[in-house]
């Protein structure tokens, strides 16, 4: 995968842990991920939080 597909992906990701309350593994799917692991990893490397605290600190007004 190149760099721009993994930042398309760790994007529309966020764009649905924004907008939806879908479960992270239909999130890694929906966002092109095939494994939720990679999914994690890549949003980790990407955004310095995993999807889980990305989307609990949306609540706090942080990112």
Do not use: W
């Amino acid at each position: 995968m190149t760099g721009f597909s993994i930042s398309y992906r760790i994007k529309k990701s966020c764009e649905f842990l924004e907008s939806t309350a879908n479960p992270i593994t239909e999130i890694s799917r929906r966002a092109g991920f095939n494994h939720v692991d990679h999914s994690i990893q890549s949003f980790r490397k990407h955004r310095d939080t995993t999807p889980k605290a990305y989307r609990k600190g949306l609540g706090n007004g942080n990112e």
